[in-house]
């Protein structure tokens, strides 16, 4: 049985009063909801507020992860960029546009009538992506190795989280995983996309497939036929997950709370192996 890295017992705290110098003083992660420059993404801001999702999460890397500096995660209005990790203050930033952006690819997905599943589709993908930038945050504070393509390395880490963490949270990374398809059907592809630092959102769609499946090839076990992820890759995907947890794990372990690593179940690897 697969062990999980942390249990969710927590209360949901937010931290909106609190000043940049004071952030870098106590070595947690805080959140912040920026007031939005545009009057259209504050229904966004209060609708992420409401849903309880990020407070859940940042508690959930305080009770996991040991900073010897403050990481903030602020959502804002960021026009024109996407979300981002900046070294230089430590900041994960989540724009508010980009939660409109997610929710208006995802919509086709949805039954345009039920809001609450879009919504909730649109967190599960946002959660993904701020699990993504945390990867690019955790391999800068702790002065990490990466071998092959950081972008790659951390949509591994982002999926590896969601389902250590999360009974279910391979539906985290299904949603993101659905984001790149559509945003790569509706898309074309030009030069930049191949040139770039990403892999093509095809290429993170099947990544993401590959190591939810290989994660519980029994309760995912009709995923590689509806998703066409094909016999080929879906053979050796369960072992591919488990040298990913496993890898990130060894990676992360001394950075990581005692009362994490035991609630975690022993020293095993998060893939039992
Ligand atoms: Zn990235």
New binding site residues.
């Given amino acids: 049985m697969v062990m999980r890295w942390v249990v969710i017992a927590f209360l949901c705290t937010l931290s909106v009063s609190v000043t940049p110098s004071e952030l870098r003083a106590d070595g947690r992660f805080h959140l912040i909801f920026h007031a939005p420059d545009h009057p259209g993404e504050e229904v966004l801001r209060k609708e992420v507020i409401a849903s309880g999702r990020f407070q859940e999460v940042v508690a959930l890397l305080n009770s996991t992860f040991l900073l010897k500096e403050s990481v903030t995660i602020r959502f804002g209005t960021n026009d024109g960029d996407g ?3 900046d070294p230089e203050n430590k900041t994960i930033i989540m724009p508010y546009g980009f939660i409109g952006e997610t929710r208006d690819v995802l919509k086709r997905l949805a039954d345009s009538e039920e809001t609450a599943q879009l919504m909730a589709m649109t967190l599960d993908s946002l959660e993904f992506t701020l699990y ?2 945390l ?2 945050a955790l391999i800068d504070l702790f002065d990490l190795p990466v071998i092959g393509m ?2 790659d390395a ?2 591994g880490l982002a999926t590896v989280l969601a389902i250590e963490t999360f009974e279910h949270g391979g539906e985290i990374a299904l949603a993101a995983a659905d984001q790149f398809i559509l945003t790569a059907e509706a898309e074309e592809l030009v030069l930049e996309d191949i040139q770039g ?2 892999s093509l959102d095809e290429r993170r769609y099947f990544n993401i497939l590959c190591w939810v499946y290989g994660s519980d090839v029994k309760y995912y076990a009709g995923l590689p036929e509806d998703s066409e992820l094909g016999p080929e890759r879906a053979e050796g995907c369960e072992e591919e997950y488990a040298l990913l947890a496993d890898s990130w794990f060894r990676l992360l372990k001394p950075h990581m709370t005692p009362e994490s690593l035991e609630d975690r179940g022993d020293q095993q690897s998060p893939a039992g192996g």
Avoid: K
């Fill in positions: 979300p981002s990790y993504h930038e990867g690019h950081e972008e951390v949509d630092v990403h």
